[in-house]
């Protein structure tokens, strides 16, 4: 049976047995923060199993593509190790919300496994918590397991909690026994293997269900939940091995071809050397995690996500340099990949050619920061290898990491192979090192924030009240696609995060309508103002916002009379500002369409801010969006601006718009039904936001900036209509002022300003030699003023007014004509200090540039580095610079007598 086969296998099973298949959801955990990567097959369910969500089905079944490499559950230095361990694989699972329970669930995988995959019985154990009587009893009398082959586990192996507080509870796993033939620790050290609660390979676990009956509080108390559901998990690759007979993972069909490519390329028979079979597997794991990673819109970066990937992809590479590939490879295996995976996952075809450019790009960057570290490690080795103690230091493994991105691993490793030890001092002190430098960050990034005059002080409901009440009211009924006004009645009123009954002028309250014009902040899109009026009460409407399940909440300030619940009332939407909504989130649907035909289908969103007088656009691409196609993306929105095009709101279900090509949107939660925004036949996306009639409405599309957000992602602000006219009059005026100041026409300011700048940069070449005149006639005069310390020539002085450049031609002059000795300069401009130091060939041996730099420069609150012959730094303390020169003398002398 193909890995391909048995996927399709379990989801037909479930849907027979009235589950709905759910689709699955990308790595990126959709608005969840707390959640490095999607690592298990429940993730998309967290609010359903919360109670903060109700779906309109109780039965679920998903094949979900997971990653483990970081936080609590961390298989990344596992893998290629073993034969089982992955960053990237897929968890097959059922699941009931209140539904079905423990007896339901044990029958399903006992039905499952041993009829429609016809696996022997006398192979399948099973565990249980050691309180689970019920489970217990169940895997007798439901599976007819003898009570010798369940075991009793305790809480480590088989209690199942969603976190430190919350849904929890025991959980039963499933295990193949793969036979005897195995080795095991156990027999070897004279005791008897432990069955299935052994670590060895002859037991494999490959089903968990999670029986979730629990709520446990903060004081570690378990109450009984209300409703008890079943999560389970699968491990689809693991299964696979069993129904394919092979001992390894990377056998399998899911696997295997993307190994055996990898082999061919390095030319390295898979099973001829344990060390090759390592890389080997490495490569195909992390080659399937990175494309899976980068297809759901995470790119290399130095932060969290983006670091996780980052470190996948440098280990791969890593290996393969290990296996003598020497050129970027990684970003070929991306369409071995494709290949085996996009049956399964047709969004890898679309997505291949932007995978392999930031791969290829990424493997560049690191071809690069790999020349630069190891050149740096032997210029450090060459310069302690008079040491006593070869003994990597500490802070310089840090300033490898910090200033070159050399990985840690990667640096230890190539110390070793020149013979220099790196001890855990050694790491200690680049962890104190990493620890100093996260401080400082966390230092420069905090901020306090200042309320807006008259902002709303908004003290918010509890998320338990909010969740309460969406199972005591009915979803709020969405009317503003048709009206902006609309009769309503008032269901809930919370104040000072209490529910209650009235509310009187002056008070801030949140309301909950039965039905609203109002949209509640979604998609970008920011939520709707306007007024609320009653027989005996008037109130503002602030905001209006998502909470709990299809609640949509109104923060009022009550200005006149009061309201009541269960009072009727009128609510209107401010009508301007949801013309600017309306304009601008069209306008983005238009840019995001042009974008992709500009730049490339590469081009994914990655965050947005609908306004009423401005958009905010993020997207995923590797590099500045160039001048000219700025240009060409806004000459394209505008032209089917002109052309005054359809916009078209299609209610259908999920599945069905994916088929038309509507975008669906990482970090994005869709139902079963869905709203689609068609655009002529230039934009097809799922949106449930507001929307123009026709394009013309526009009036014209402006884009007023383009930058760097984070790796891999490119912010676009841009204006529609009248924001976008008074925009381009702006630009206009100052253009104006601009012409007059010059005494020219506007249309010749761009060629006068050419015509002043290359007259500037002439007058900055010109004063560069003046300066390099007045360098040469300084360095006679330091020469002539060197004082000998030990038989040393050295001068020590300072040289303002200098930058860096012009001190190190000083240097360079001074090292010249003094033909041995050491030189140390110091130079102010304004509030900082420049340092160069330099030492003549015949004397690095006994006196380090770079050393003598770091000590002079923390003199000035400054740092540096460089070779043993030349090496500067800055610092930010001017009034201490004639004290740090007088310390170059003491150190040649301390120095010598080393």
Known sequence: MTGNELRKRFLDYFAGQGHTVIRSSPLVPAQDP??????????????????EERR?????????????????????????????????????????????????????????LTKDLGLPRDRLWATV??????????????????????????????????????????CSEVHYHQGNHLPCAEERAGRRCLGPACECDRWLEIWNLVFMQFN????????????????????????????????????????????????RLARKPYGASEADDVSLRVITDHARAATFLIADGVYPSNEWRGYVLRRIMRRAMRHGQLLGLDEPFLWRAVEWVVGVMAGAYPELEKEKGRVQEVVKAEEERFAETLDTGVAKIREYVEANGGAAARVADGKFLFTLYDTYGFPLDLAQEVFQEAGWSVPQASLDAYEEEMASQRERARAGAAFELTPEPGALSVTGAPAKLFVELSTEIPPSEFLGYESL??????????????????????DDVEAILDRTPCYAESGGQIGDTGQLAGRQGKGRILDTYHRGSGLMVHRVKVEQGGFREGEDVAVSVESPRRQGLRLHHTGTHLLHAALRKVLGTHVTQAGSLVAPDHLRFDITHGSQVRERELEQVEELVNEKVRDNLRVDPIQTDLEQALKMGALALFGEKYGQRVRVIRIGDFSTELCGGTHLDQTGQIGLFKIVSEGAVAAGVRRLEALTGDAALQHVGREESALREAAALLRISPLEVPQRLAKLLDEQRQLEKQLETFEARLAKGRAQELVAAARQVGGIAVVAARVDGLNQEGLRA?????????????????????????LVTAVSKDL???????????????????????????????????????????????????????
């Open 34 to 51: 707390t959640l490095l990567f999607t690592n298990a097959g429940m993730v998309q369910f967290k609010s359903v199993f919360l109670g």
């Open 56 to 112: 309109p089905y109780v039965r679920a079944v998903t094949c979900q593509k997971c990653v483990r490499a970081g936080g609590k559950h961390n298989d990344l230095e596992n893998v290629g190790r073993t034969v089982r361990h992955h960053t990237f694989f897929e968890m097959l699972g059922n699941f009931s919300f209140g539904d079905y329970f423990k007896a339901e669930a044990v029958a399903f995988a006992w039905d499952f």
């Open 129 to 170: 918590f050691t309180d689970d009587d019920e489970a217990f009893g169940l895997w007798q009398t439901v599976a007819g397991l003898p009570k010798e082959r369940i075991l009793r586990l305790g809480e480590a192996d088989n209690f199942w909690a969603m976190g430190e507080t919350g849904p929890c509870g025991p």
């Open 216 to 263: 446990r509080d903060a004081g570690g108390i378990l109450t009984p939940l209300p409703k008890p559901s079943i999560d389970t998990g699968m491990g689809l690759e693991r299964t696979a091995a069993i129904m394919q007979g092979k001992s390894s993972n990377f056998e399998t069909d899911l696997l295997w071809p993307i190994l055996e490519a990898a082999a």
């Open 485 to 506: 006004a609309a009769p309503a009645r008032i269901l809930v009123m919370i104040k000072g995060g209490r529910r209650v009954r009235e509310a009187v002028a002056g």
């Open 810 to 834: 000083v240097a360079d002059s001074v090292r010249e004509r003094l033909g041995s000795g050491v030189i140390c300069l110091g130079s102010t401009q304004g509030d900082k200090v420049s």
């Open 844 to 898: 690095t041996a006994r006196f380090n540039a770079g050393k003598l730099i770091q000590e002079v420069a923390s003199s000035v609150g400054g740092r540096g580095g460089g070779r043993p012959d030349l090496a500067q730094a800055g610092g930010g303390d001017p009034s201490k610079l004639d004290a740090a020169l007088r310390i170059v003398p003491d150190w040649v002398i301390r120095s010598a007598s080393t």
